[in-house]
């Protein structure tokens, strides 16, 4: 995936500036697909340059102008494209696998925090994500297109989440 159509994805949602599309990647797709406040300023003005998105100078007085970019025709077309196209698995890489099967061959002390500082890590992402279930689809039994996609989409990193911490207790648990 391109941060291209992260951003149409975001933008599609609802039109924003390129300050609050870095804070929305902060509190939400940035946990899916992460990027910099350049780089989120770079691909929207290349997206513009390809007429996928439109920018609404608003005026402020106390600050610059605000530049707020919507979807264009042109971009939802590239959007529905990219959509329809297969995605193919991503490969499994983690380095704290790698390492936890082969701490019998090092510093399994040190391989034991890295462990324990990834749990702290997942359990801290596992909070937040309920807490935002809880706040923002109560009654996940109501919902419907775009907010069930992005109801699912947290399901999903809920479940992934638990999934990562089940996984590290119980290696943490084996070498007490």
Known sequence: MALDHALLVALCEQPASGLDL????????????????????????????EGWVEVTVVPQS???????????????????AWLATPTPPAPLRSDIAVKMRGAANGDRAAVLDSVRAH????????????????RDYPDPTVLTGTELDQYLVLRGGILLEESQIAWLTEYLEAHA
């Open 22 to 49: 870095t804070k929305r990647f902060g509190r939400s797709i940035g946990f899916f697909w992460s990027a910099t406040h350049q780089q989120i300023y770079r691909v929207l003005g290349r997206m513009e340059g």
């Open 62 to 80: 106390d600050r610059p102008d605000k530049k707020v970019y919507d979807v264009t025709p042109r971009g939802r077309e590239a959007l529905a």
């Open 119 to 134: 749990l702290a890590d997942h359990t801290t992402r596992l909070d937040h994500y309920r807490q935002l279930s809880e």
